[in-house]
């Protein structure tokens, strides 16, 4: 086995470790003399909250044991050492809104929640970088930076973290202009599974110095490291922001609306897709906005626009006509602040609105969130809504249509859980026969494991998990996330 390049799972050990009790007790004991009573909890209500999301309900049984509360990198440093040293499984948490479950404790254990550490360091503002520990949000983040006209673009779901935005990979609504999160970490400081701390570079915006640790890191949904520091790259912050809402009779035409944009010479920041059912949703959301807006139920583009005023009202011309070329049944655009914020805070908003349409609390949230080429995007969309129609299940889908990922969301009752993850499966495997991926941005978490070997390959997989091993030997840092072990 260890003159291998890759690790199948057919010869690999699975990993046992020790949640015994009496170690469990032990290693309780030595996090209060390390991090003080208040900074260790064991409640059960603290430990329950702390695995699973809204958007990605956790088994009973997969609750952790321990959590702790560490503020700086040699606390992490210290329960990680103390972790492997007595093999007891570790999960980290930031924000908790994943939607696929790599925050689940699957195997128990302790949970490091990072919500002290959430400082923002120093900001070089001639570099344009800045430095942030994990449980910084993007939102507050953009909110220190925005009298110095700066500006952090990753955008994903409100109370997002920066430590599960690096872990996750994650992009959102300013991806078409911006690109994603690897494109915004210049460094990392990174503690691994026996307590050892990586700072994977320096500051400079390029280097070629030896292996690429910080995009190892990125995306590696905390299987490999705990991240408990990041210089981020920034920009200047857009300018006379505009924003728009065409609505459409069909999805196609949408879509061929957003393409005959994206082809053009204008670069927006952000093209985004909703579907009937969304907007559905958006309306039955209390308290979205201070006046109650009634949106018109039809697909519909939510778009930004940004630039000097002649930069800014060709776009809007250009994305006009594209849209009325293409039978668009209304557009509207906008520059006011008030609008700015109320429509893009409806988008923004889809996720909460969602889960309101659960009838009753058990009911399940199954998402997917697929990406294909943009002119595929459509016959996705398209193909998912004809099978939950005719199954009669409620099932949303909202794309970043700019860089073709479509969300696909099924509310439906435990009952019909099989019915619904078969049609998710369906949307993975068309994104694969579409050229796609399974994952845009949410991750492979616990879900889509055994998608991922169709997207990649064995041997894809099987070099992930030797190098899994080869930085984590005892499996401890959330075990069975992406791959089986």
């Known amino acids: 086995m260890e003159d291998r390049s890759t690790l199948s799972l057919a010869i690999g050990q699975s990993p046992v470790h020790d949640t015994s009790p009496t170690n469990l007790a032990d290693i309780h004991d030595k996090f209060v003399a390390l991090l003080g009573q208040d900074n260790v909890s064991t409640d059960s209500d603290a430990c329950q909250s702390h695995s699973g999301s809204p958007w990605s309900r956790a088994l009973p049984t997969q609750v952790p044991d321990i959590v702790v509360y560490p503020n700086s990198t040699e606390q992490v440093s210290d329960i ?24 689940v404790c699957t195997r128990r254990g302790v949970c490091v929640d990072l919500k002290r550490m959430n400082n923002i360091g120093v900001l070089h503002e001639d570099d344009m970088d800045i430095t942030v520990q994990p449980a910084v949000g993007w939102q507050e983040l953009n909110v220190f930076l925005s009298d110095k006209g700066l500006f952090f673009p990753p955008d994903p779901a409100p109370g997002a973290k920066i430590g599960g935005m690096i872990a996750m990979s994650c992009s959102g609504t300013n991806a ?22 990586v700072k994977t570079r320096n500051r400079p915006r390029k280097s ?28 200047r912050a857009p300018q006379n922001v505009h924003v728009g809402i065409a609505t459409f009779s069909t999805t196609s035409a949408a879509a061929n609306a957003a393409i005959t944009v994206i082809k053009s010479e204008h670069y927006l920041d952000a093209i985004e897709f909703v579907d009937k059912q969304s907007i559905v949703a958006l309306n039955r959301l209390e308290g979205l906005n201070d006046t109650k807006t009634i949106w018109q139920e039809a697909p519909t583009l939510f778009l930004k626009f940004s630039g000097n ?28 602040q008030q609008d700015i914020t109320k429509w893009w805070g409806a988008r923004k908003a889809i996720a909460k609105a969602l889960i309101g349409m659960k ?19 459509a016959e996705i969309i398209d193909d998912t809504h004809h099978a939950t129609e005719r199954l009669g299940l409620f099932c949303s889908t909202v794309g970043h249509i700019g860089d073709g990922n479509v969300h696909t969301a099924i ?3 435990e009952d019909k859980r099989d019915i619904a993850e078969k049609i998710i499966e369906r949307v993975q495997h068309k994104a694969l026969e579409l050229e796609g991926t ?31 091993l080869a930085l984590d030997p005892k499996a401890i840092l959330n075990c069975d996330k992406i791959f089986h072990l």
């Open 359 to 377: 009838e009753t609390p058990n009911d399940l949230f199954i998402t997917a969130d697929a990406a294909v080429p943009i002119s595929r995007l």
């Open 411 to 413: 509310i439906c009752p």
């Open 438 to 468: 399974v994952t845009g941005e949410h991750g492979v978490g616990l879900h889509v494991k055994d998608m991922l070997v169709q997207e990649v390959g064995h041997a894809g997989v099987d070099m992930m998990r030797k190098i899994k």
């Open 176 to 197: 078409y202009r911006y690109g994603t999160m690897k494109d915004w970490v210049i460094s990392l400081t990174v503690v691994l599974a026996d307590g050892s701390v």
């Open 309 to 336: 005023d002649m930069v800014a009202e060709a776009q809007v011309n250009a994305v006009k006509d594209a849209a009325e070329e293409n039978g668009c049944i209304e557009f509207r655009s906008s520059s006011s």
């Open 208 to 235: 070629s110095a030896g292996y690429d640790l910080t995009h190892l890191i990125i995306g590696s949904e905390g299987t490999l490291g705990i991240v408990t520091e990041a210089v981020l790259r920034l920009t």
């Open 80 to 103: 990680l050492q103390r972790c492997c040293s007595q093999n007891v499984p570790v999960y980290a948490y930031c924000g908790g809104t994943g939607l696929g479950g790599a925050n």
